[in-house]
């Protein structure tokens, strides 16, 4: 059973196009998050939620919209693609806030053309 | 602001040998954690050692061991009998205390040889 999962795994896309990208998990955590891989490796926290309330809101642009219909899943709506958008985008789930350990998902790679 | 750096963007090992990578970070803080986390080519990220800084010892988890040096910010993970599964990019993270935002460094991409 996959504890963490994304949808789709890799997303192919042109400049201009909205695209979601979705997460769920099946470990009854309380706290979701989104991460952004660059082209170098570098990963960092773009937001998180708990219970689908807003935690973390790194400086993201406003394009990135995460929406919580549930505490089970956190979707990425990302408008108007850009090149930069380019990425591995990977979701993460922890048992509530504060300082728990993170379970990562298999990560989405989003290619802009 | 908190900051990790891994130095050595690539390493290399022959299997059944002894690797240690690198990390160093820069934190005002007291309390927090320190992590690696192995990325193998299948992308997922999985937890290999974590490192709570009030504990004077070093984590240990199998054939991975860390060797924490908090007054030097140093962090430094020992793999030994390196195996062929164990090449990854390896990433350091860092954690303040009943926060939740992890910090990377920028990785180490760790090849084994036969």
């Known amino acids: 059973d996959t504890a963490v999962s994304q949808t789709p795994k890799y997303l192919v896309t042109q400049m201009g196009n909205d695209k979601s990208i979705k997460c769920e998990q099946n470990?009854?955590?309380?706290?979701m998050y989104w991460y952004k891989q660059d082209s170098k490796k570098f990963l960092k926290i773009m937001f998180s939620?708990?219970?689908?309330?807003?935690?973390i809101n790194e400086t993201v642009p406003n394009r990135f919209s995460p929406k919580s219909p549930d505490k089970a899943h956190l979707n990425l709506h990302i408008n108007s693609l850009e090149l930069g958008d380019s990425a591995v985008y990977f979701c993460?789930?922890?048992?509530?806030?504060?300082?728990?350990?993170?379970?990562f998902g298999p990560g989405t790679r989003l290619t802009v053309t | 602001a908190q900051t990790v750096t891994q130095s050595q963007p690539e390493m290399s090992v022959q299997e059944a040998e002894t690797v240690t990578l690198s990390c160093t970070y820069d934190?005002?803080?007291?309390?927090?954690?320190l992590f690696w986390y192995k990325q193998p080519p299948s992308r997922q990220m999985i937890l290999v050692i974590r490192?709570?800084?009030?504990?004077?010892q070093n984590a240990t988890e199998n054939r991975f061991s860390v060797n924490f040096q908090k007054a030097a910010k140093s962090f430094s993970l020992k793999i030994s009998d390196s195996q062929l599964g164990d090449a990854a990019m390896y990433f350091c993270?860092?954690?303040?205390?009943?926060?939740?935002?992890?910090?990377f460094g920028t990785g180490t991409r760790l090849q084994v040889f036969p």
């Open positions: 993460a789930s922890s048992l509530r806030t504060g300082g728990y350990e993170q379970y």
């Open positions: 490192q709570e800084a009030y504990k004077q």
């Open positions: 939620y708990n219970n689908k309330e807003l935690i």
């Open positions: 470990l009854g955590h309380d706290t």
């Open positions: 993270a860092y954690r303040r205390h009943n926060t939740d935002k992890l910090i």
């Open positions: 934190t005002s803080e007291s309390d927090y954690y």
